[in-house]
């Protein structure tokens, strides 16, 4: 298969994806990583379908293959990070997702939803401080809210220590 036919098919799978057809996008996926099974797009759009469908389990394996394989864009490894990040810490493995998602966080420092993720998983491993300092952070950048922009300085603020006193 040339790459753009594979292009193409990937394209189809994505379509199928979009239109509830996860099933049959996963069916052509599979068939894709057998021919292609060092190829890291195939691999994270494979792991992507099995998400969809609540495969978590099955999905791990395919985000770590496109995590370690190379022609990944910043979106899908951003993308990668994320997902695997995640499915980890909804199979309870929290201290990789922690690990994952840190990674995650330290190549795109402006990610919100891979902080937001983050927070959930220090959660899980009891670094509340951690946890909230980070959706802190996050809700005094990201939100629209006029009363949440007013107080975003002291917000900022007691981000860094939630213990401060005067």
Not at 45 to 50: C, G, K, L, N
Not at 150 to 164: F, G, S
């Amino acid at each position: 298969m040339s790459a753009r036919e594979k292009k193409d098919q990937l394209a189809a799978t994505d379509r199928l994806r979009q239109e509830g057809r996860a099933g049959e996008a996963r069916e052509r996926l599979l068939a894709l990583t057998a021919e292609f099974p060092d190829d890291a797009e195939v691999a994270y759009r494979t792991a992507w379908v099995h998400d969809v469908l609540g495969l978590e389990t099955e999905a791990v394996a395919y985000y770590e293959r496109s995590l370690t394989g190379t022609g990944l864009g910043a979106e899908d490894r951003r993308g990668a990070l994320l997902g695997l990040g995640s499915t980890y810490r909804v199979l309870g493995r929290y201290g990789q997702a922690v690990e994952t998602l840190r990674r995650g966080v330290e190549e795109f420092p402006d990610d919100g939803a891979l902080q937001t993720f983050l927070a959930m998983a220090l959660f899980n491993t009891e670094e509340h401080h951690e946890a909230m300092r980070l959706l802190l952070r996050v809700v005094a950048s990201t939100s629209e809210d006029r009363h949440v922009q007013q107080y975003r300085p002291a917000i900022e603020h007691y981000a860094k220590d939630l213990h401060e006193t005067m």
